[in-house]
């Protein structure tokens, strides 16, 4: 293997690990406010079929990712109305959630199969991209990728290091407790909630747009789930979530490359790499039950009613 | 498409208590995919839907899309059946067991399942000769490519995908001795996403013609950002990749319909294992590129016109695996029932059949 191919493998694990990052970043901080959406996918592929028919309609792939993200936030809105003004099964209703926004992304986007829209075109970024290798890694890419880049930092930065992030671990570790001391704890989880809506809109946009530039039913083929998991795999850290969505990335880009050189191994047992990995953090993180309890927000999952304290 | 599948269902039931003498032909398709798959089961409904021009009025067609393979097809069949269809499609290998068990329940309506091997009285098997393109697609791709290494992204290693890797091979290297095929495994028919990592992959390793044996257009858009070329699957995918693409070998289900359906009304139909090529104009080559070498170009007509009068036959022996051994002894050509059970690789493929 030579180093140009291992820089073609990296390139392309950061192109891979994308979508999933940027779901993984939203769905973190919605998590971390103690709310648990499982609706990922279907969000995913609202974002991804309104992204490719604003883009499509307009000739502007930038009004593109604004309508999947928008959409992305309004099926985020119709899961928030649910679990938190009406109490719905957070699981329950995550689960409705991706059925219906399945369903409705194919009926939406039935009249444009077979499209093709232009999408971004990659950007080398100047003196950046001419470092050895790292460059050809790393600044070649195209804004969406460098926008979540930003964008994990930036939420690095507010979850762990502003009153924001403050605000939300209290919201997410004890709402009652939060709501003693004067927060507005189904404020708090409403913008979660939409924020995770918006990123998984635009982990959608980025695969109808940058990634296959195209409209297919069913498009995102469970990368939702993989998002899902990776949130677990990273134990609520967003540092850990860059790495991980990079990590399987890299493992399935892995399993495609390894075959083309002739090596020897199951491709199904490769392909199945990034969920083991999920599954053996799982075991390391629930084998030690006071670990697992400083890394899950508590709360997670359970549902608050401001008019019934305990 | 829920929403539609949901309305068929309704429909189904309905048709059921309405069901009279005086009413036309019925005829019911299942599908595995969505219509918009842009590939395999979009060409069986375009099928359908020629069909139904060709009968107009004496015929009604209805169908189920997006049908799990399983238990839940079971259901579907059935209630195609019992809705009075007189002849059920079911058009995927997995359709298989559910459709045997539908069709002794149903002795009296007639049944086909597409790419299957198991057949009774009331049902028959029909498949496309699908080599016959890749070894067209072989020839093309050695003469294009420039690296000498073609890229094959294959779903999953079955029979029908492994002749076809065979039948690739073999095209190439008659017009080029020297050309290598990598294969790679995608462990899926339809992931827009996974099917483009599949053709980075490949072209990271220096192919520079892509062949691919799964059904979105993803690898020709992945072909055309890279400035290479790719050859289209099942339908006719020019328009994702204007540039790259060289021609799409496309499923073209109709004939096989109308003469079934025919034969029914007619009486005449015998339950039968068919399988239909370019002779039969069930594969066709469509939209060939004008940006292709005048040379090439020839070639590619040469060799379509071989396979289809059968002056080239590719799976004629002496053929020899990867491992030494004579697979199909000289003088012998593989039959149809051979064909469905090929496993190996030809001579000259540096990988391993999957297990």
């Known amino acids: 293997?030579?180093?140009?191919?291992?820089?073609?493998?990296?390139?392309?694990?950061?192109?891979?690990?994308?979508?999933?990052?940027?779901?993984?970043?939203?769905?973190?901080?919605?998590?971390?406010?103690?709310?648990?959406?499982?609706?990922?996918?279907?969000?995913?592929?609202?974002?991804?079929?309104?992204?490719?028919?604003?883009?499509?309609?307009?000739?502007?792939?930038?009004?593109?990712v604004l309508g999947a993200m928008l959409m992305g936030s309004f099926m985020s809105l119709i899961f928030a109305v649910l679990v938190l003004q009406l109490g719905a099964n957070q699981v329950a209703t995550g689960l409705a959630?991706?059925?219906?926004?399945?369903?409705?992304?194919?009926?939406?986007?039935?009249?444009?199969?077979?499209?093709?829209?232009?999408?971004?075109?990659?950007?080398?970024?100047?003196?950046?991209?001419?470092?050895?290798?790292?460059?050809?890694i790393l600044f070649k890419h195209d804004i969406l990728v460098y926008l979540s880049f930003v964008l994990a930092v930036v939420i690095a930065y507010v979850a762990n290091k502003t009153r924001v992030g403050l605000v939300l671990k209290a919201v997410g570790e004890n709402p009652h407790a939060a709501n003693a001391i004067g927060i507005k704890v189904l404020q708090v989880r409403y913008l979660a909630i939409l924020f995770g809506g918006a990123m998984t809109g635009l982990a959608g946009a980025y695969m109808s747009l940058v990634y296959t530039p195209m409209w297919a039913e069913n498009m995102t083929a469970g990368r939702g789930w993989i998002a899902l998991a990776l949130v677990v795999f990273a134990s609520w850290r967003v540092g850990r979530i860059m790495l991980g969505a990079y990590l399987f990335g890299f493992a399935s880009?892995?399993?495609?490359?390894?075959?083309?050189?002739?090596?020897?191994?199951?491709?199904?047992?490769?392909?199945?790499?990034?969920?083991?990995?999920?599954?053996?953090?799982?075991?390391?993180?629930s084998a030690d039950q006071f670990k697992e309890k400083l890394l899950a927000p508590r709360s997670l999952g359970k549902p608050f009613d401001p008019r019934n304290m305990a | 498409m829920k929403?539609?599948?949901?309305?068929?269902?309704?429909?189904?039931?309905?048709?059921?208590?309405?069901?009279?003498?005086?009413?036309?032909?019925?005829?019911?398709?299942?599908?595995?995919?969505?219509?918009?798959?842009?590939?395999?089961?979009?060409?069986?409904?375009?099928?359908?839907?020629?069909?139904?021009?060709?009968?107009?009025?004496?015929v009604k067609t209805t169908f189920v899309e997006n049908v799990a393979e399983g238990a839940d097809a079971q259901r579907v069949i059935t209630q195609l059946a019992k809705a009075g269809n007189q002849v059920i499609f079911?058009?995927?290998?997995?359709?298989?067991?559910?459709?045997?068990?539908?069709?002794?329940?149903?002795?009296?309506?007639?049944?086909?399942?597409?790419?299957?091997?198991?057949?009774?009285?009331?049902?028959?098997?029909?498949?496309?000769?699908?080599?016959?393109?890749?070894?067209?697609?072989?020839?093309?791709?050695?003469?294009?490519?420039?690296?000498?290494?073609?890229?094959?992204?294959?779903?999953?290693?079955?029979?029908?995908?492994?002749?076809?890797?065979?039948?690739?091979?073999?095209?190439?290297?008659?017009?080029?001795?020297?050309?290598?095929?990598?294969?790679?495994?995608?462990?899926?028919?339809?992931?827009?996403?996974?099917?483009?990592?599949?053709?980075?992959?490949?072209?990271?390793?220096?192919v520079d013609v892509l062949i691919q044996h799964t059904d979105s257009p993803a690898p020709l858009i992945a072909a055309q950002k890279r400035g290479i070329r790719a050859i289209g699957q099942a339908s006719d995918m020019s328009k994702f990749a204007p540039k790259a693409h060289v021609f799409s070998v496309r499923d073209n289900w109709a004939p096989y319909y109308i003469k079934t359906v025919q034969q029914v009304m007619d009486g005449t139909w015998k339950s039968q294992d068919f399988w239909g090529g370019l002779h039969d104009d069930m594969l066709q080559?469509?939209?060939?590129?004008?940006?292709?070498?005048?040379?090439?170009?020839?070639?590619?007509?040469?060799?379509?016109?071989?396979?289809?009068?059968?002056?080239?036959?590719?799976f004629k022996g002496p053929i020899t695996d990867n491992t030494g051994k004579i697979v199909v002894p000289a003088g012998h050509t593989l039959t149809d029932k051979e064909l469905a059970k090929v496993n190996w690789y030809v001579d000259g493929i540096t990988d391993k059949v999957p297990n």
């Open chain 2, 90 to 206: 079911t058009t995927s290998f997995g359709f298989m067991n559910p459709t045997v068990k539908v069709a002794k329940r149903f002795p009296n309506v007639v049944f086909e399942h597409a790419t299957g091997y198991k057949r009774a009285k009331n049902l028959g098997t029909y498949t496309l000769r699908t080599y016959e393109g890749r070894y067209v697609s072989g020839v093309t791709a050695g003469l294009l490519t420039k690296t000498n290494t073609i890229g094959y992204i294959g779903a999953f290693p079955i029979p029908e995908v492994i002749r076809d890797i065979d039948a690739t091979y073999m095209g190439a290297k008659s017009v080029n001795p020297d050309v290598k095929l990598k294969i790679v495994w995608a462990n899926t028919w339809y992931d827009p996403g996974k099917e483009t990592d599949a053709a980075n992959a490949l072209m990271d390793q220096g």
């Open chain 2, 285 to 314: 080559l469509t939209s060939i590129n004008p940006n292709l070498p005048a040379d090439v170009r020839a070639k590619i007509d040469a060799t379509y016109q071989g396979v289809k009068s059968g002056t080239i036959q590719p």
């Open chain 1, 253 to 285: 880009i892995m399993h495609l490359v390894l075959q083309g050189l002739g090596v020897n191994i199951s491709s199904n047992l490769l392909a199945m790499m990034p969920y083991v990995a999920t599954v053996i953090v799982m075991v390391i993180i």
């Open chain 1, 97 to 136: 959630l991706t059925i219906f926004g399945t369903g409705l992304s194919a009926f939406v986007g039935s009249d444009f199969v077979g499209n093709t829209v232009q999408g971004f075109q990659p950007i080398a970024i100047p003196v950046l991209s001419s470092i050895p290798y790292l460059g050809d």
């Open chain 1, 1 to 64: 293997m030579d180093a140009d191919l291992i820089v073609q493998i990296l390139f392309a694990a950061i192109k891979t690990g994308t979508p999933l990052l940027l779901i993984a970043l939203g769905e973190v901080i919605c998590e971390k406010s103690g709310v648990l959406n499982l609706g990922q996918e279907g969000m995913m592929l609202m974002g991804a079929v309104v992204g490719f028919i604003a883009a499509y309609a307009t000739g502007n792939a930038g009004l593109g």
């Open chain 2, 3 to 58: 929403l539609k599948s949901l309305l068929v269902g309704l429909g189904l039931m309905a048709g059921v208590s309405l069901a009279h003498a005086e009413e036309p032909f019925k005829v019911g398709f299942v599908y595995v995919g969505p219509i918009g798959d842009l590939g395999w089961s979009y060409e069986h409904d375009r099928g359908r839907e020629e069909m139904q021009k060709y009968f107009g009025d004496k």
